[in-house]
Antibody
């Protein structure tokens, strides 16, 4: 069965960076991409960007351009999302989700809480 | 910022029906398939409807989806207490580098 398992919760200081992992299993990793979606406390879902697991092409949300980098390691079927220059409003649960342009996000990771606090 | 607009909340008694609207534009809903996601409290979103009106395996037919022009609608019939959740529409956007967009979210309350 398809599973996306994310790394554990993180606490970071403002200005630091965080890197969240998402290990996929149960399907051919390179046949899909991975989107990253975040949800601030009490708020809605915000799409952060997408990476193709086939060729590494990326598409980032405009508001995060320059601060976010998404990568994949096909040898371990793992996707990574790094967010730099963290601010307090980056505090959120970060989700990875399987998908690619034109198809829905059909499987989701369990979420990773990132807390940014001095 | 969400570019798809949903009502903040809807409510109904058990067994009744609710509908949730999702309004977008020609660059997103108007030219792409719409999906709907259910997020139960404290859990990750779950795909409920895809390609405007298709249900993944295991999703009961009490849930239905439709699309017309630049709007989409999710319907839930035979409302149950377990349906209390947040619901989000979502679609890919065809405008330059827009990527994917989610709706503002709707809280369904079972009275």
């Amino acid at each position: 069965q398809v599973q996306l398992v994310q790394s554990g919760a993180e606490v970071k200081k403002p200005g630091a960076s965080v890197k969240v992992s998402c290990k996929a299993s149960g399907y051919t990793f390179t046949s899909y991409g991975i989107s990253w979606v975040r949800q601030a406390p009490g708020q809605g879902l915000e799409w952060m960007g997408w990476i193709s697991a086939y060729n590494g092409n990326t598409n980032y949300a405009q508001k995060l351009q320059g601060r976010v980098t998404m990568t994949t390691d096909t040898s371990t079927s793992t996707a990574y999302m790094e967010l730099r220059s963290l601010r307090s409003d980056d505090t959120a649960v970060y989700y990875c989700a399987r998908g690619r342009p034109g198809i829905p996000h059909d499987y989701w990771g369990q979420g990773t809480l990132v807390t940014v606090s001095s | 910022q969400s570019v798809l607009t949903q009502p903040p909340s809807v409510s109904a008694a058990p067994g009744q029906k609710v509908t949730i609207s999702c309004s977008g534009s020609s660059s997103n809903i108007g030219n792409n398939y719409v999906s709907w996601y259910q997020q139960l409290p404290g859990t990750a979103p779950k795909l409920l409807i895809y390609d405007n009106n298709k249900r993944p395996s295991g999703i009961p037919d009490r849930f239905s989806g439709s699309k017309s022009g630049t709007s989409a609608t999710l319907g839930i019939t035979g409302l149950q207490t377990g349906d209390e959740a947040d619901y989000y529409c979502g679609t890919w956007d065809s405008s330059l580098s827009a990527g994917h967009v989610f709706g503002t979210g709707t809280k369904v309350t079972v009275l």
